[in-house]
Each structure stands twice: as C-alpha cells, then as structure tokens.
T-cell receptor, first 115, second 111 residues
C-alpha cells in the first residue's frame, strides 16, 4: 500500500511568490494535517482537516491556507512568500479523529527554499 | 496549551551502549504520547505510543518508553544502540486536535 505522498519533493521560490504543496493521504484516511519544520526545530502545527472541513489552525498568518478535496487529498497554499517560510513541510494522515489516532503517518515532506 | 520539552539537544553514545532520551510534557488531561524518529531529509516514523494502560510501552527497533504521570515524563530507552539508530528523535503529545512536538534530540553513534 502506498503511504502518504507529497509533491513536489523540493522547490525553490522567490520572495513574494505563491506556492502550492500537495498531499495524498493513505487510502481510507480522512484526516490530514500539515506541519512546518524549520531547520533544527520540531514540526509546528499549521492546519488540520477532517472530512473536508478545517478542524484546527495553528499560529500562522493568513498567508497560509489549505483545503481538502472530496478524495481526501489536500493542498497547502502560501502567498507572498518570505525568506522565513523556508522549511520542510510535512503532511500527516490518520484514520480516526482526533488526528493522530491511532497513529499519524507522515509523508517525506516538501523542502521549500525561498530566495 | 500543551507543550513538550526535550532537554537534550544532542547526545552521543557508543555503539552497543544503552540509551535514554528525556521527554517532559505539559497537558491538562490524560495525554496521548508519541516518540517519532527522523532521518536526515526524511519524514517522521512512529517508534511507539502511549494511550493508556501499561505505563511501559514497547515499540519498533527495540525501543521502549515509560510513562510517569507523577514526573510528567515519557522517556525513551534502548538497551543497546546500533549505528543505524543515528537520527533525530521527537517526543510529541496529542491534545486540542493537534500534535505538539518537542525540539528534538539528535543522536550520534560512535564506533
């Protein structure tokens, strides 16, 4: 079975640009979460979606938005990129709710570099 | 709000030696606790989890962790480390519909 897949794996953007990151959860999983991991830090929660509805939002500016589609895949959008947005963006899916139960499965992440 | 503290930023141990990584959490209710491992440039892999019941939980790759409510701790242990255990280790608590991670402990193994 395929795990959580994220695309692209790497990308480089210029300050002020927009970026869209994609995530496909494990088949049957309806819960998707997004995390930002800055180099040398632990992952920070950005968004939580369950059954296509936003169920939680972390302390991130409105430049960050997300959505979940009917097939439970998800997109994370970031507008007006800043240098500080450079990070590894992780997507996690889980079978149940609350998210992470009984286990959260993480994708390999998208490495975003803003120059 | 919940929080996780991993007081050791970097630990170096010899191959074959025992290992203990510390984790302290803060959460008002009964916590769901996790340990994840991350190899360079990779995502996170779950090592073990605690939901309830037996306070000593076994995980993959020979790891175990003990939940101590009185100390708000969930320390990770392994009796004998292997070179392949070198990685970053994250403790996390599930609460308020999100996972909150510690800052991680980088483990280096020396021959």
């Amino acid at each position: 079975d395929a795990g959580v897949t994220q695309s692209p794996t790497h990308l480089i953007k210029t300050r002020g640009q927009h970026v869209t990151l994609r995530c496909s959860p494990i088949s049957g999983h309806k819960s998707v979460s997004w995390y930002q991991q800055v180099l040398g830090q632990g992952p920070q929660f950005i968004f939580q979606y369950y059954e296509k509805e936003e169920r939680g939002r972390g302390n991130f500016p409105d430049r960050f938005s997300a959505r979940q589609f009917p097939n439970y895949s998800s997109e994370l959008n970031v507008n007006a990129l800043l240098l500080g947005d450079s990070a590894l963006y992780l997507c996690a899916s889980s079978l149940a709710y609350p998210p992470g139960l009984p286990e959260a499965f993480f994708g390999q992440g998208t490495r975003l570099t803003v120059v | 709000a919940q929080s996780v503290t991993q007081p050791d930023i970097h630990i170096t141990v010899s191959e074959g030696a025992s290992l203990e990584l510390r984790c302290n959490y803060s959460y008002g209710a009964t916590p769901y606790l996790f340990w994840y491992v991350q190899s360079p440039g990779q995502g996170l892999q779950l090592l073990l989890k605690y939901f309830s019941g037996d306070t000593l939980v076994q995980g993959i790759k020979g790891f175990e962790a003990e939940f101590k409510r009185s100390q708000s701790s969930f320390n990770l242990r392994k009796p004998s480390v292997h070179w392949s255990d070198a990685a970053e280790y994250f403790c996390a608590v599930l609460g308020n519909e999100k996972l909150t991670f510690g800052t991680g402990t980088r483990l280096t193994i020396i021959p």
